[in-house]
């Protein structure tokens, strides 16, 4: 390699400090400013950098990972086999019959059911989906039926009309097969049916199709890495410019997802560090909110008066301020959340605040609250696994074994 050229972080040649320097200088992060981020001092991260200081021990490089979206902790150890995915878990038992439902061309014969038939289906797949602790399971049972139905219905359409009907409704099965697929091992298919799910709310001509394509397409791209921040602001900012001149005059879901997309927005400003941005939008999508129907919640995003509190939480625990993200936690209300699976992600958030600000055994108790509401939500979250493992190593026995007794709920142990 020249000695000019910018090293590979993924290369095994490469000391813990080095790469750890490689990647903070790709984030932008000043070395006092990954100091502060980790609790550590700048004469710290500069003697890990320089390699006076060796591998930190495990919770500190958890901490480093996060601070610095690490997806794979490969790129801060070297170690490429087996790569240790950090937000990523072990694939889900339904995985292969959903894949294998994805790549299927569909071409035999059949018939497709009547378009209300496939509505009713799908309206009970997310019934199910907020509902059942074993959500995913659910989920992965019966999407490789509705995405050949949804496939054929398509194929089938008699009319123009007809057809964008169809769409709107294969769209909303990629939805939930976007959400199955979520954290599982196979990031090209995450992005096939994202990409899919957008042509065909493109297809389907629907405003409130685009709109949740477009949110969940932000999605994928924030969650992807820094380097997607910006694509995932275009999207976002595009589907408001489409939606705005609709929402007035627009149904409780229409608008819903304007104000989904509006909070997108928020949260990539926070994960940015910009904290007027991240809170201006906050602020947009909470008049959206409170121009709905007291009771509504929306079935894809969540998206309701009753969910502002959990999103203030998220915004200030992605800015990294651990006393203002207990304060929005005391505050925030998760009892009106009508969804098991988004009450556990509620959960995880507010542990990730009662974490930054130093209240670890309370971390731990959000994390048993959510693990009550849908194992399979935190069993899949990157964010409950790292403080779980931080704390297998906390010098309290008791906090140990409470960590423990998590890491087996969860299956870490056997992983």
Do not use: C
């Amino acid at each position: 390699m020249p000695a000019h050229a910018t090293p590979d972080p993924s290369s095994t040649a490469l000391a813990f400090g080095q790469r750890m320097q490689i990647l903070r200088t790709k984030r932008g992060l000043s070395r006092p400013v990954l100091a502060g981020l980790v609790g550590r001092s700048p004469s710290w991260v500069k003697q890990v950098e320089g390699g006076q200081i060796q591998t930190p021990a495990l919770p500190i490089i958890l901490r480093i990972a996060e601070v610095l979206r690490v997806r794979d902790l490969a790129d801060l150890l070297g170690d490429q086999t087996p790569h240790q995915a950090l937000f990523i878990g072990p694939g889900h038992a339904r995985l292969p019959a959903v894949r294998e439902a994805m790549n299927s061309l569909a071409l035999s014969a059949g018939q497709a059911p009547p378009i209300s038939h496939l509505h009713a289906r799908i309206a009970r797949a997310w019934a199910a989906r907020h509902s059942a602790p074993n959500h995913r399971d659910v989920l992965g049972s019966l999407l490789p039926a509705l995405i050949r139905d949804g496939r054929l219905a398509v194929r089938q359409a008699d009319t123009a009309a007809d057809r964008r009907t169809a769409q709107a409704a294969l769209a909303e099965v990629y939805f939930l097969a976007q959400f199955f697929l979520s954290y599982q091992p196979d990031s090209a298919l995450v992005w096939r049916v994202s990409e899919r799910g957008m042509v065909a709310a493109q297809e389907s001509e629907d405003p409130h199709s685009i709109g949740v394509a477009a949110w969940l397409a932000a999605q994928a791209h924030r969650d992807s890495g820094g380097a997607h921040l910006d694509a995932a602001d275009t999207i976002v900012r595009e589907a408001l410019e489409y939606l705005s001149p609709r929402l007035d005059t627009a149904d409780d879901r229409t608008r819903a997802i304007g104000g989904a997309l509006q909070f997108e927005a928020g949260y990539t400003a926070a994960r940015r560090g910009e904290a007027g941005a991240a809170w201006g939008w906050w602020d947009q999508a909470n008049r959206t909110a409170a121009a709905l129907t007291p009771t509504y919640f929306h079935p894809v995003t969540s998206f309701s008066r009753a969910i502002m509190g959990a999103h203030a939480v998220t915004v200030a625990v992605e800015l990294r301020s651990g006393h203002e993200s207990v304060r929005q936690a005391a505050a925030a209300d998760a009892a009106p959340i009508p969804s098991r699976p988004r009450l556990a992600r509620h959960r995880i958030e507010e542990a990730r605040a009662y974490q930054l600000d130093g209240q670890a055994d309370t971390a731990l108790a959000t994390l048993e609250k959510a693990h009550r509401a849908a194992p399979e939500t935190i069993r899949w979250s990157g964010y409950a696994r790292r403080i779980i493992l931080e704390e297998a190593e906390s010098k309290s026995p008791a906090r140990r074994r409470r960590a423990a007794g998590l890491a087996h709920e969860l299956g870490l142990l056997a992983a």
